[in-house]
Each structure stands twice: as structure tokens, then as C-alpha cells.
């Protein structure tokens, strides 16, 4: 599975837009982007994933560059829940056994 | 909607006892997958399943053991706990009826080796 690099850390003001990007210059045109959240180092939950085109959901949007080497998630309102370590992983949907591989994340923190 | 459940939440163990993780999920999902995380630290994985019957490795098995009798379990055994495996420990499970399904996860056992 491709590698990812994300920032180390963010901040975000509360009500604001938060987007977090992710670059995965190696990803393979059959690797899905994922992104999930990980709250007080509680289970990582699931935000969205996408393969080709931008997708949003009730939680997240993510945009994924034409040339699929980079991505960002948008937080469209943040609010201090969002504050959470967020991953960015590619993986070739559900061959090589769905593994993901984590790395260490983007720390969002929403300030009041 | 139980999803992923694992027990217990919190141990403490002396350094060379054994304790078995436990991990169960009632999604019927066929891939099931045990990670620890140290902190500060991203995600690692030990084991993984496909199926009952089925286990391998994954980046870092070494001083664990796991098995997969039936669809919804999927424990994790330390039969020599050394300090190098205090961590958090969280099973994820997954299917694969459809591609691109998400890996879904338990709450983590905290583990400490004094």
C-alpha cells in the first residue's frame, strides 16, 4: 500500500473550516484514500474514503486531486468535538486482506 | 448495535504472565484484525484474519499468539508479557462483500507490564 504524509499538527478556530491535507504521491490507480479519527485515543473512527472523485457524507468532504497524489479533508464547521488525531491511508480496497497501514496523524485541535 | 466489542477495557500484568485479549464483533465480518498503539504513535499491526481458520502476520506478531475458531472472535493471547508490551491494544474488523469497506473498531484494552 502507498505511504502517506500528513502535517503533524493544526490548528483550527471553532466554526471555521478545518482541512487537513495528505499527500500520497506513490498511491496506485486502484487505492482508495480513507480517512479516519482517533478521539482521546479511543477506537479510530471512520470518516470517508473516495477513489477518483470528491465525495462528502453528513460528517466530511474529501477532495482528491486530479492526478490523486494528495487529498483534503474538509471539517466544514469544526466545533471542539472535532479536536482528534486524523489519518490519512490508502489501501487497494478489499485485496492484499483490507490492511491499512496508520501512520501518525494530523493533530486537530479546535480552539474556542 | 454492538459492532466491535473487546474486553477487558483496563490490565495490569507482572512481567511473565499470560492473558488472552478479547475481541468479538457481531457484523458477521470475515476480516478481523488486532493493532497496539504506543503513545504519541500511530497504529501497528500484529495479526490479522480473513476467515475462521485463518490467521497471519503483520508488522509486529512477535510475543503475541492468535487464533480464529468462529466468524465472530478473534482473541489475542501474550503468553510472556515483557514491558516492551504495555500499549493499547484495538481489534478492527472489516468485510469484504463489498470493495472499499472500512475497518471497523473496538474501544482498546489498555495494557500495562510492571
Known amino acids: 500500500d502507498a505511504k502517506t504524509t500528513q502535517p503533524t499538527s493544526m490548528d483550527c478556530a471553532e466554526g471555521r473550516a478545518a482541512n487537513l491535507p495528505c499527500n500520497h504521491s506513490?498511491?496506485?490507480?486502484?487505492?482508495?484514500v480513507y480517512w479516519y479519527r482517533q478521539i482521546h485515543s479511543q477506537g479510530p473512527q471512520y470518516i470517508i474514503h473516495g477513489l477518483k472523485n470528491n465525495e462528502t457524507n453528513e460528517m466530511a468532504s474529501l477532495i482528491i486531486t486530479e492526478d490523486r497524489k494528495s487529498s483534503t479533508l474538509i471539517l466544514p464547521h469544526a466545533t471542539l468535538r472535532d479536536t482528534a488525531v486524523y489519518y490519512c491511508i490508502v489501501r487497494v480496497g478489499d485485496t492484499n486482506a483490507g490492511k491499512s497501514t496508520f501512520g501518525d496523524g494530523t493533530t486537530l485541535t479546535v480552539k474556542p | 448495535n454492538a459492532g466491535v466489542t473487546q474486553t477487558p477495557k483496563f490490565r495490569i500484568l507482572k512481567i511473565g504472565q499470560s492473558m488472552t485479549l478479547q475481541c468479538t464483533q457481531d457484523?458477521?465480518?470475515?476480516?478481523m484484525y488486532w493493532y497496539r498503539q504506543d503513545p504519541g504513535m500511530g497504529l501497528k499491526l500484529i495479526y490479522y484474519s480473513v476467515g475462521a481458520g485463518i490467521t497471519d502476520k503483520g508488522e509486529v506478531p512477535n510475543g503475541y499468539n492468535v487464533s480464529r475458531s468462529t466468524t465472530e472472535d478473534f482473541p489475542l493471547r501474550l503468553e510472556l508479557a515483557a514491558p516492551s508490551q504495555t500499549s493499547v491494544y484495538f481489534c478492527?474488523?472489516?468485510?469484504?462483500?463489498?470493495?472499499?469497506?472500512?475497518?471497523?473498531f473496538g474501544d482498546g484494552t489498555r495494557l500495562s507490564i510492571l
Open positions: 478492527a474488523s472489516t468485510t469484504p462483500r463489498s470493495a472499499s469497506q472500512p475497518q471497523h
Open positions: 506513490t498511491i496506485s490507480g486502484n487505492e482508495y
Open positions: 457484523m458477521n465480518h470475515n476480516y
